[in-house]
């Protein structure tokens, strides 16, 4: 999620997208340009594991990708933004050389937002209905403070999972499907 702002009411999307990129990364939405906060250890440990997941499940089987971190940028909705994790079905990776290279990938399929201290409940859960209304087909806001996992589909339903409740994605991705508690026992490495 950002932090840092910095303003600059003239600069268009393709300017922004010929700046170089920064650690953290940068975002971009209406001519704001933002900075994201750097992730601490909770977030971080969810931002590898969880695509490790996916991608070990999914992958095999060319069905989907997980990647952390990355560009996606959207002319309509004048906004380039960089998801913690980007989940795309197999037949809508871009392939595309150039493309690659300049963060051209459409919305993701999934797109997911790890909660670092500091950063706002509301804020993220906003930015995660923002990803669905551009073309995703879910987001997800993980909270390790709270243990909690707030689903966001395009049909306006919210799901707040914990604990026992499985978040199951397997409508979008086939067999995508964890007990919330058990992504979160991973931060203890017991």
Not at 135 to 159: F, M, T
Request: proline share 8%; charged share 30%; glycine share 6%.
């Amino acid at each position: 999620m950002t932090i840092a702002q910095r303003t600059r009411p003239t600069m268009t999307l393709d300017e922004f997208l010929a700046l170089p990129e920064e650690k953290p990364a940068l975002e971009y939405q209406d001519g704001v340009v933002t900075q994201k906060m750097a992730p601490n250890r909770d977030h971080g440990t969810l931002q590898a594991i969880i695509p490790t997941w996916i991608n070990t499940n999914a992958q095999p089987r060319r069905l989907a990708f997980a990647f952390p971190e990355l560009r996606t940028t959207s002319r309509p909705a004048n906004a380039s933004l960089v998801p913690d994790v980007s989940v795309y079905i197999w037949d809508r990776i871009e392939r595309d050389r150039e493309a690659r290279t300049r963060g051209a990938f459409t919305p993701p399929d999934i797109a997911i937002e790890i909660a670092s201290p500091g950063q706002g409940r509301r804020r993220l859960i906003e930015r995660c209905r923002r990803f669905v209304e551009r073309g995703s087909r879910a987001a997800g806001l993980i909270d390790p403070r709270r243990q909690d996992v707030v689903e966001v589909r395009p049909d306006g339903v919210e799901r707040q999972l914990r604990g026992e409740d499985i978040l199951d994605l397997g409508d979008i991705v086939p067999g995508l499907a964890i007990v919330v508690g058990e992504l979160f026992a991973a931060l203890t490495f017991d």
